[in-house]
């Protein structure tokens, strides 16, 4: 005789019933699997179906400026990879407020390393939850030739030989999904404040916290970076999207490449780590 063995909450049917329920299940199963994958745009917000579930919301003003793909190249331990990268950037009417969204995926058999910090020195480093997303956040300043999407900006405003090249100020939150497979990136930028702007950026040069009014001014900018978007989670209906479409001409790649940051090849015995 078939008897019924209880898994955690669950009950697994058994006999002429399951018989009649296993069908089902395997349609189930077969639905959710072949369902397609949604990456891209639904009118202003970045969404994304699975890997990881979120829509991605800008804030009242932030103007979605373009969005896109590409398969930089990174340069890994292994000799240079692509990564699949799809894209969407905002900005105020002024072109000062700033918010990039980021989502990308690395090939089969790699993952992103655990170490999700900027090439740049950062403070501030923090943990940020917003709707379902769970950030790593960090603060720090990026120069202008760094800039993926400096094409879709005026041309920075011209410094003085000995003040060096312009520079943002930028937070960034990123978390990592689907075993490290699939990275979320979202920046927020502004330019340096005025008034006390150069002892800000010597602090963030130094890796330090800054002190007095800087400090204040930093907490604001950071304020105003959560304040610029929202994560909500994907709903069960669905969303209608236009996919992330390939085209590089609008986005410095090299740059993307390094914004996606770093990936490494999957361990999976111990010798591999040798």
């Known amino acids: 005789m078939l008897t019924l063995r209880r898994y955690g909450v669950g009950v697994i049917p058994s006999g002429p019933r399951y018989l009649l329920f296993l069908p089902l299940l395997l349609l189930a ?33 932030l103007d979605l400026l373009g969005s896109g793909a590409a398969s930089p190249m990174l340069d890994t331990e292994l000799g240079l990879r692509h990564a699949d990268v799809g894209w969407a950037f905002y900005a105020d009417a002024a072109r000062e407020r700033q918010l990039a969204v980021v989502l990308a995926e690395t090939p089969d058999g790699w993952q992103w390393e655990l170490d ?50 312009w520079r943002w100020l930028v937070r960034r939150y990123t978390q990592l999904f689907d075993f490290r497979a699939v990275k979320l990136v979202v920046e927020y930028r502004e330019p340096i404040p005025a008034g006390v702007g150069e002892q800000l950026a010597d602090a963030l040069d130094a890796g330090q916290q800054p002190g007095g009014r800087a400090a204040a001014l930093l907490g604001e900018f950071e304020a105003r970076s959560r304040a610029a978007f929202s994560v909500l989670a994907y709903p069960e209906g669905g969303l209608a999207a236009e996919g992330f479409a390939h085209d590089s001409s609008r986005v410095h790649v090299r740059n993307l490449a390094g914004m996606a940051g770093r990936m490494e090849p999957i361990r999976n015995l111990p010798s591999d780590d040798k």
């Open 116 to 165: 999700v910090s900027s090439p740049w020195r950062e403070v501030r480093r923090d943990v940020y939850a917003t709707g379902p997303a769970l950030f790593a956040g960090a603060t720090f300043l990026m120069p202008a030739s760094a800039d993926p999407f400096a094409l879709m900006l005026p041309a920075p405003p011209a410094q003085h030989a000995d003040e060096g090249q």
């Open 29 to 61: 199963l077969l639905a959710s699997a072949c369902a397609p994958l949604t990456r891209g745009v639904s009118g202003k917000d970045v969404v994304s179906s699975s890997r990881p579930p979120v829509v991605v919301r800008p804030a009242a003003g």
